[in-house]
């Protein structure tokens, strides 16, 4: 008893809304299974719930239907994990059973149209003020690419959308589009979609149920640094850059139109191949609402070179069906600041 005292049972609980109307009651006892899969950047998240219709009574939902969703323990509170916009319907059976499938607005559907534009000593910031702007959304932009001027970078006959992942590919940056805000944040900086930090969370073996740590030497091994090019229209002559070592150095294709661009594209490229090193994928016993893509962690209880490294959450997903309420996530190696 004493025993049962100190852990009380959790109970897992959900509630959906379908066009602002909450419909967990209608659909309590039907839940066959929800599933919520966040990742971070370009890819829009994904909700998927089945449902059984065994007495034929359930009303399919039309296409472009909005719902809202929160997931949690029922005794700590429920916690929203955003807005979904049906685009799959299936109905099977038998047994009857209904398969719902939402995905959250992507920024191709935001960002619409093809534009030129060229760009002339302007900031990160600036840039992404603009586009944010022009597409009525509040622009978050983390403060380590705000204050990054950019000599000069085109936009030819290319969608908004083309062009920010162009600048975050460069920048390596997340550019995402999440609660009607333009997100442009560097990797790992662990922001919300209002630009608050993320609080970093703590996990133990004892909350893991299964795990997989893999170890990818090859990029690793094979580079020191990354090398990048840049015209000297003064020199007339083209130059180069390294972030990391020389002696081993990954080369970039694209040549920049200044050492700064060059410097950030280089810098970048490495911070990527160091994050590739190891990856980590963790299932959780009891589901972990509270966790969502990039998340600072730390994890103990694992081995050494497991627990001694800094990581960073990549995607997370949490379903919630007769055998509980679980959490899965993955991970890579976080940058550390430089």
């Excluded at 995905?103 to 149209?113: E, F, I, K, Q, W």
């Excluded at 580079?223 to 002696?247: H, L, P, Q, S």
């Excluded at 299932?283 to 694992?302: K, N, V």
């Excluded at 997370?316 to 509980?324: I, M, N, T, Y």
Aim: net charge negative.
């Amino acid at each position: 008893m004493a025993a049962n005292q100190q852990r009380p049972y959790r109970r897992p609980g959900y509630r959906i809304t379908l066009a602002g109307q909450d419909i967990t009651p209608r659909i309590n006892g039907r839940l066959i299974n929800l599933r919520i899969r966040s990742q971070r950047g370009q890819e829009a998240d994904q909700l998927d719930i089945s449902l059984t219709d065994h007495d034929g009574l359930l009303d399919i939902p039309p296409s472009g239907a909005t719902l809202s969703v929160a997931i949690g323990w029922l005794d700590e509170g429920l916690i929203d994990r955003g807005v979904f916009t049906v685009d799959e319907i299936t109905h099977s059976g038998s047994p009857d059973q209904l398969t719902i499938r939402a995905r959250a607005a992507d920024m191709g559907s935001l960002l619409p149209g093809k534009r030129s534009q060229s760009w002339h000593d302007i900031t990160l910031g600036e840039i992404v003020d603009t586009i944010a702007g022009r597409h009525e959304l509040s622009p978050v932009v983390g403060d380590t690419l705000s204050g990054i001027r950019i000599d000069h970078i085109d936009q030819t006959d290319e969608s908004d959308l083309n062009f920010l992942t162009r600048l975050g590919k460069r920048y390596d940056a997340i550019a995402a589009i999440k609660s009607e805000r333009m997100l442009f944040t560097l990797v790992g900086e662990a922001l919300t979609a209002s630009g608050l930090a993320l609080p970093a969370a703590t996990l133990t073996r004892r909350d893991g149920d299964q795990h997989r740590f893999s170890r990818t030497d090859r990029d690793a091994d094979s580079y020191t640094g990354v090398k990048a090019y840049w015209n000297d229209t003064k020199g007339a002559e083209r130059k180069e850059v390294i972030a990391g070592a020389k002696d081993k150095s990954k080369e970039l294709r694209e040549t920049y139109a200044s050492e700064a661009d060059a410097m950030e594209a280089a810098k970048s490229e490495w911070r990527r191949i160091q994050r590739g090193a190891a990856t980590f994928d963790l299932t959780l016993a009891h589901g972990h609402p509270d966790l969502i893509p990039e998340t600072p962690l730390t994890l103990s209880g694992w081995k050494s070179q497991i627990d001694g490294t800094d990581w960073l959450i990549t995607e997370v997903e949490d379903s919630l069906d007769d055998s509980g309420y679980g959490t899965r996530i993955k991970c890579e190696i976080q940058n550390s600041s430089e």
